[in-house]
């Protein structure tokens, strides 16, 4: 049984607080997947506004700067997803109601988590591998934002939780800060990870 997860398409970084260049483009093609796929799965990136990868939240720290945490280094980001904000709220074009599921992440204040499995001290799970496990999945697709973080965290957790996982490419969108993104591509392939686009599941 397979699962479609799209990870993060939310205001924030489509135009709002975190915003990545071209996101808005790839969500008609994220809908064709959706209709696609009998089981969907969300991923909300859904801060406090107290958290501690908001750049805000550090005495004089600027966007990207990284500091480092018991958990390892982090990347300190401009103020996005807040809790209860709209920056938080899925974007109006995404066909979100077909969700069977809404992966919620980022909620503890002093931990991060890009991965929709397990959270960036790498202890703290989500739930995520056991709702699949449950329901019977065990490949899952991967699209959404961002391709070098939130896609590549979720989908490399998802191969070590034991998934067959592939990475829709032209259904994501990367933030590409200092070669992030040929490194994200370049750890994925290595865990495992495989990448088609969206024409070979779509026929168009
Ligand atoms: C993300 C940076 C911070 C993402 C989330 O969705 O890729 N990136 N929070
Ligand atoms: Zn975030």
Redesign the pocket.
Known sequence: MKALLV??VQNG?IGGN?AVAGANNIIPTVNRLIDEFDTVILTQ?YHPKDHI?FYQNHDGKKPFDTIELPYGTQVL?NA?CIQGTTDADFHANLKADKAELIIRK?FHQDIDS?SAFMEADRATRTGLAGYLRERGIDTVYVVG??TD??VAWTAMDAVAFGFDCTVITDATAP?DIDGSLDKAMADMAEVGVKFITSKDILNQ
């Open positions: 990870v993060d970084f975190l990136d990868s980001w996005h980022g890009y934002i961002a973080f939130c933030i």
